[in-house]
């Protein structure tokens, strides 16, 4: 009742400051996507709300999760340092009276600072937090995974602090209430499980020479969607330097990331008054179309190292089923990654490829739902025992959040087979050449390509009739 009403009243205050003349500092709903930047609680569900179906337990879990937040690359600094010094023009230009930014929003900015004391792609404080509640939310949700041994339970990171330090705070949540005390695995030398594109050279050579994604990225930034966002920006703020779309996406990173440098305050930066929310919904779009050519369903090589961490899901769940496996089981990875094993697993696949020339709203494929720092897949096995009759189901959660892969009592076992032991043969084979991709096909599709053979069959049963022998056509065909 109480989130009800605080809901009510954040409503009824968008509504009424939006009579008013709006600016950034008094936007109380300002856009919140902001792609691969945008931070867990803003898109997450809650794995809690959903119910372990009746007579049925959970016994085992495997989970890929992306590192939580981290700070900016040294790249990314460099070139947000580098627009960050148009501050005195943007002030200069409010006072002179060709800037249209409000008041208090140039008073802010004013007083903004850049903040030094932090050390590039290492975790931030949000990013801790945002791995200690998943780890307490999994532990309210799934006491009973946790009363056992410490071999009941395997995590391992990359070989990165990023991904060593967001397991290490995924555990302290997970065992807060416990006297568990679970350790993470040291990183493996060579993991193709949970960073297969590091060791595919057919991966690495295209990321040397990405032709279709820039080719896309320049068309979104030639668009007029594109274009007419910079022009915002450059009446905005009113100065006599000419913007470029390379200064408007930097502003747009400053925008994005200074915002949550401070862990506890409200996620808000004085560089975000260089953006409408439309503007921000253009800015998300390219990076979308980034992440899509580069990682996503644009790059054919990406279903196939995608499906790499699906196999080992797969056998997971199959040894946990025979009561081999383990209780819990937790990889933390990158986006790279999560954006690999959602193309092979067949999530938020359009059903025509995106384009960057033409910006489309209500695309399945967004990156701050995938991508998002902390993101990540959950399956859960549970055992379910009806009328004397043990079996297994799976449940599978995106962020929390129940999937089209698996109705929320979970998929029964036989669907769960159907829809991933094709990811049982996937290997890095296809690295070694430039032949076109044979991937073992997305689990979405599975299902579909299953109905597609019967009707087939059905189809050449009914036409050739006459030519079948009696019993046959008596049985089946009628």
């Known amino acids: 009742m109480t989130s009800k009403i605080f809901n009510a009243v954040i409503l009824v205050l968008c509504v009424n400051f939006g009579a008013t003349k709006m600016c950034y500092w008094n936007n109380f709903c300002p856009y919140q996507l902001f792609s691969t930047k945008t931070p867990y609680d803003v898109v997450r569900g809650d794995i809690r709300e959903y119910p372990v179906p009746e007579n049925c337990e959970a016994v085992s879990i495997w989970a890929l999760i992306r590192h939580g937040h981290r700070y900016a690359k040294e790249i990314e600094v460099t070139s947000m340092k580098a627009v960050a010094e148009l501050k005195k023009d943007i002030i200069a230009s409010y006072h002179s009276g060709t800037s249209q930014l409000c008041r208090q929003d140039i008073e802010d900015l004013e007083n903004w600072k850049w903040l030094d004391n932090f ?26 995974l946790l009363d056992g041994s410490l071999d009941d339970v395997y995590i391992r ?34 993991d193709d499980v949970i960073q297969p594109y590091e060791y595919c050279q057919r991966y690495l050579d295209i990321l040397q020479n990405p032709t279709t994604m820039t080719d896309q990225v320049n068309a979104c930034d030639n668009s007029g969607k594109y ?20 200064d408007v996406y930097n502003l747009y990173e400053l925008c994005r990331s200074s915002r949550l440098w401070n862990y506890g305050s409200v996620l808000r930066s004085p560089w975000c008054a260089m953006f409408s929310d439309q503007d921000l919904e253009v800015m998300e779009f390219k990076d979308d179309i980034k992440r899509y050519y580069k990682n ?18 797969y056998e997971k769940m199959v040894a946990s089923s025979k009561g081999e496996g383990k209780k819990l089981v937790a990889y933390f990875s990158h986006k790279t ?5 959602v193309s092979a697993i067949g999530l938020f696949k359009d059903k ?6 033409g910006m489309k709203p209500n695309r399945l494929w967004r990156s701050s739902e995938i991508s998002c720092s902390s993101s990540n897949i959950i399956a859960v096995l549970l055992r379910c025992k009806n009328f004397g009759v043990e079996t297994h189901h799976v449940q599978i959660f995106q962020n929390e959040k129940p999937t089209d892969l698996c109705p929320l009592q979970g998929c029964t076992w036989q669907e769960f087979t159907e829809l991933f032991q094709n990811f049982a043969s996937a290997n890095l084979s296809f690295c070694n050449n430039q032949e076109h991709l044979q991937t073992p096909g997305s689990a979405a599709n599975i299902g579909l390509k299953t109905m597609a053979f019967v009707l087939v069959i059905v ?12 019993f046959f056509i008596e049985n089946h065909v009628k």
Not at 132 to 139: A, K
Not at 159 to 170: D, G
Not at 337 to 341: I, K, S
């Open 119 to 144: 050390q590039s792609s290492t975790l931030s404080g949000i990013g801790y937090a945002e791995l200690v509640s998943l780890g307490r939310r999994m532990q309210e949700k799934y006491p009973q």
């Open 157 to 190: 990171a990359t070989n990165r602090v990023r991904t060593e330090s967001s397991a290490k705070a995924f555990v302290t949540g997970l065992t807060e209430k416990t006297t568990l005390s679970v350790t993470v695995d040291q990183p493996l030398d060579k």
């Open 227 to 246: 274009k007419a966002v910079m022009a915002n920006v450059q009446r905005r703020l009113g100065i006599a330097h000419q913007l470029t779309a390379d």
């Open 296 to 313: 996503g369903y644009g790059l054919e090589e990406s279903v196939g190292l995608g499906s790499l961490p699906l196999r080992d899901l």
């Open 337 to 341: 990654l999560t954006e690999m094993v």
């Open 352 to 357: 025509i490829k995106l384009d960057g020339s």
């Open 459 to 470: 189809l050449f049963l009914v036409y050739n009739k006459e030519r079948l022998p009696c």
